[in-house]
């Protein structure tokens, strides 16, 4: 959530630097809740400030043994007018929060108008036979289930088997391990539910509810979209030592998305189903240091690509293609063969201080003695899924067998070839 300062001290610059994603905030309307907003509080403060000031009348009438009927009757009106306006207060500043959890964040200057790529690393492999995707790879070998997954559930699940399992399992373990042991992530396990506040909190709600998986329960819970949400929420209403930041967690969880809106896109095989896993990073900084971690961040996941040999490239989003929550966003989009093309495997996002305004997640600041909002970071390292059909298609050989990455052979027992 932006300040709202910032659109009370000028609201058309904001509206300028917002239109750069494509946004048009409605001034017009804002102006209006902000207006009545005045009226409201200026009202509400008078008759406070009345209902004080009788209270001390009828005090002192009291000490005088004086009559204070007609003072208790002004009393008792005022309270239901002091009432009223406090609830129409309330309504008021609602509609005022709703209108600030609809605008985006305004975007760090150094988000560029339309895509660039940052760097490449690796040469897409040159195959001197037919290739297939990892749809047919994984059929062929009898590994992957869609017909039994879409009996069991629907369309857009998958059952693995056998060996398809194990490097499933073990991509994640190598992952964790890369993360925690050469970059001191302190690892943990959340839940993979949550309730709306949560999803408040990180921006997926009210916005993104369509993609979002709810419980027919009575209690107000969703399945989570992403690792983000119960890392990062863990910092909501927190106040931080400044030697306690930053922080940095990863976690692995199965993730559940709805997909609303992407009917007939990436339908076949694991590119984008409903039930998917990552592993997720997570960071807590002061403010000065966290486009500094963002890059730190983004080597962090390069190294699992680089460590698997798969080719890949570091593009920075367009104003236009950042999300609605991210200030700036790398994405890493690793070589898929059999489509010939770059695919995001993981973003990584600066949400700056949006989300911790969300969350009210601050620090102490020892220099100013105050407290301010830290920055949020998240990245995926990386979606499990999608390295998985990145290393079926770029380590096939003409037999139909995948080649396994070195460095995965002691995480799958010794298996070298799938």
């Not at 749809?135 to 062929?140: T, W, Y």
């Not at 909501?236 to 997909?259: D, N, W, Y």
């Not at 201080?353 to 020892?366: D, E, H, L, V």
Request: proline residues 3%; glycine residues 6%.
């Amino acid at each position: 959530m932006l300040d709202i300062k910032l659109l009370r001290d000028d609201i058309n610059a904001v509206a300028k630097l917002l239109a750069r994603r494509g946004y048009t905030l409605d001034i017009t309307k804002f102006n209006d809740l902000e207006n009545k907003r005045k009226t409201l509080q200026t009202r509400t403060q008078e008759l406070q400030n009345q209902r004080n000031t009788q209270a001390k009348q009828i005090g002192q009438a009291k000490s005088k043994g004086e009559d204070i009927t007609d003072l208790l009757k002004q009393t008792e009106n005022m309270g239901e007018e002091l009432k009223t306006a406090e609830a129409d207060l309330a309504i008021l500043l609602a509609d005022l929060d709703n209108f600030l959890s609809g605008i985006p964040n305004i975007l760090n200057n150094s988000v560029p108008d339309k895509q660039e790529v940052m760097r490449t690393w690796g040469e897409p492999r040159k195959f001197d036979f037919e290739i297939k995707d990892h749809v047919d790879l994984g059929q062929n070998l009898g590994l992957m289930d869609f017909e039994s997954a879409t009996k069991i559930t629907g369309s857009r699940f998958v059952i693995l088997k056998k060996d398809l399992v194990k490097l499933h399992r073990a991509l994640i373990n190598f992952m964790i391990d890369t993360h925690t042991k050469e970059y001191n992530y302190e690892e943990i396990y959340v839940p993979y539910i949550v309730n709306s506040t949560s999803l408040y909190g990180t921006g997926q709600l009210p916005k993104f509810k369509e993609d979002l998986f709810k419980l027919e329960t009575e209690q107000d819970y969703y399945l989570i979209p992403t690792a983000e949400v119960p890392v990062t929420n863990m910092a909501r209403g927190k106040i931080f030592a400044e030697s306690e930041l930053p922080q940095k967690f990863v976690a692995h969880t199965p993730c559940f998305r709805s997909e609303a809106g992407s009917y007939g896109k990436d339908t076949r095989g694991m590119i984008r189903q409903h039930q998917f896993e990552k592993v997720e990073l997570v960071h807590f900084s002061k403010p000065e240091d966290s486009y500094k971690i963002h890059e730190e961040l983004v080597s962090h996941a390069e190294k699992i690509l680089q460590k698997l040999n798969l080719p890949y490239r570091v593009v920075v989003l367009a104003a236009d293609d950042t999300g609605f929550y991210a200030a700036k966003t790398y994405d890493l989009e690793v070589w898929l063969p059999s489509q010939n093309m770059y695919r995001e495997i993981s973003s990584c996002s600066n949400t700056e201080s949006f989300q911790a305004r969300r969350m009210q997640a601050r620090y102490k600041n020892s220099q100013t003695n105050k407290t301010e909002f830290i920055h949020t970071l998240n990245g995926s390292g990386l979606a499990v899924g999608r390295t998985l059909v990145a290393i079926l298609e770029n380590f096939q050989d003409k037999d139909g067998h995948i080649q396994l990455p070195e460095v995965l052979w002691p995480y799958m027992g010794g298996v070298k070839v799938i």
